[in-house]
C-alpha cells in the first residue's frame, strides 16, 4: 500500500511563490521518479516537473526557470518550489511516485490558484 500526501497549495498573488511538498509512504517500496503534475479547469493532466532518484531533472518549458524540483530520498519527499507564479500556473497539482517495476501511485491533489 503507497499513500502520497500533498500539502502547500493555496492562493498567491501572480508573482509571488509557493513551496509543494509530498510525501510518498509504504512498506518496501522504493520510488525511481518522482514529481508534479497538474490539471487546469478544460485541460488535460500535464507534466510539470520530475526528478529520479540520481538527481536528474526534467522541467517542463512553460515553468523552466522558474520552478525548481527537489528530492529527499530517504524520505520519499519531493518538493516543488514555485516562484514568479502566473495565473496560467493555476490548476489541480498531483504529486507521482514511480517504482522500479514501473508502477505509478498518485496523490490527491492541492490546488494552487495565482491571481492577477
Known amino acids: 500500500q503507497v499513500q502520497l500526501v500533498e500539502s502547500g497549495g493555496g492562493l498567491v498573488q501572480a508573482g509571488g511563490s509557493l513551496r509543494l511538498s509530498c510525501v510518498a509512504s509504504?512498506?518496501?517500496?522504493?520510488?525511481?521518479?518522482m514529481g508534479w503534475y497538474r490539471q487546469a479547469p478544460g485541460k488535460q493532466r500535464e507534466l510539470v516537473a520530475t526528478i529520479n532518484r540520481g538527481g536528474r531533472t526534467n522541467y517542463a518549458d512553460s515553468v523552466k526557470g522558474r520552478f525548481t524540483i527537489l528530492r529527499d530520498n530517504a524520505k520519499n519527499t519531493v518538493f516543488l518550489q514555485m516562484n514568479s507564479l502566473k495565473p496560467e500556473d493555476t490548476a489541480a497539482y498531483y504529486c507521482n511516485a514511480e517504482t522500479y517495476v514501473s508502477v505509478n501511485y498518485w496523490g490527491q491533489g492541492t490546488q494552487v490558484t495565482v491571481s492577477s
Open positions: 509504504g512498506n518496501g517500496f522504493r520510488f525511481n521518479a
